[in-house]
T-cell receptor, first 113, second 113 residues
Framework: DTEVTQTPKHLVMGMTNKKSLKCEQHMGHRAMYWYKQKAKKPPELMFVYSYEKLSINESVPSRFSPECPNSSLLNLHLHALQPEDSALYLC????????????FGEGSWLTVV | GEDVEQSLFLSVREGDSSVINCTYTDSSSTYLYWYKQEPGAGLQLLTYIFSNMDMKQDQRLTVLLNKKDKHLSLRIADTQTGDSAIYFCAETSTRGGYNKLIFGAGTRLAVHP
């Protein structure tokens, strides 16, 4: 089983809303990632969690707030987003954060209105 | 620096072989990946190759790695309409012990009858 599950699949939110994206994996992986993918572009790394600790923040604005409640779950809390934040948000996981195969979820399509 | 380049578009006839090429810059990449993205979907890990290998074959897929030239290719034998998608080449860039995938811009494969 190489499944990373993301919810919701689609989300429309206003610029004043607070919402969260959720990601779950049961592969025993200890590294989890958030990537952002704009239309017709490749994914770009946002955050890396290793053993439930934030290891990399790629200078992401504070209106995106990641959280790793346990080794299987990864959340991305969204607040005061802008329309340009509309994108596909991809969660991924790997056995650990150094050089292992990375598996992606199906993504959450976010539209900010 | 980190850079992955691939051609943007490839059109093939159904039943022919497809070859998607990629060049990368980080010679320390431990793994090199091919991901497939169908419209409206997330990234599906197609195959990967460890940096000390020259070739990997998996059913219809053949990956060739030329480390000297930093060139990676994906060959799809007997290409089918279901293979139509965007194919992303990715290298791993390890920073401070943590993994970061650097993606190419993606090659859109169109399969026609």
């Amino acid at each position: 089983d190489t499944e990373v599950t993301q919810t919701p699949k689609h989300l429309v939110m206003g610029m004043t809303n607070k919402k969260s994206l959720k990601c779950e994996q049961h592969m025993g992986h200890r590294a989890m990632y958030w990537y952002k993918q704009k239309a017709k572009k490749p994914p770009e790394l946002m955050f890396v969690y290793s053993y439930e600790k934030l290891s990399i923040n790629e200078s992401v604005p504070s209106r995106f707030s990641p959280e790793c409640p346990n080794s299987s779950l990864l959340n991305l809390h969204l607040h005061a987003l802008q329309p340009e934040d509309s994108a596909l948000y991809l969660c991924a996981s790997s056995q650990d954060a150094s050089g292992n195969t990375i598996y992606f979820g199906e993504g959450s399509w976010l539209t900010v209105v | 620096g980190e850079d992955v380049e691939q051609s943007l578009f490839l059109s093939v006839r159904e039943g022919d072989s497809s070859v998607i090429n990629c060049t990368y810059t980080d010679s320390s990449s431990t793994y090199l990946y091919w991901y497939k993205q169908e419209p409206g979907a997330g990234l599906q890990l197609l195959t990967y190759i460890f940096s000390n290998m020259d070739m990997k074959q998996d059913q219809r897929l053949t990956v060739l790695l030329n480390k000297k030239d930093k060139h990676l290719s994906l060959r799809i034998a007997d290409t089918q309409t279901g293979d139509s998608a965007i194919y992303f080449c990715a290298e791993t860039s390890t920073r401070g012990g943590y993994n970061k995938l650097i993606f190419g811009a993606g090659t859109r494969l169109a399969v026609h009858p």
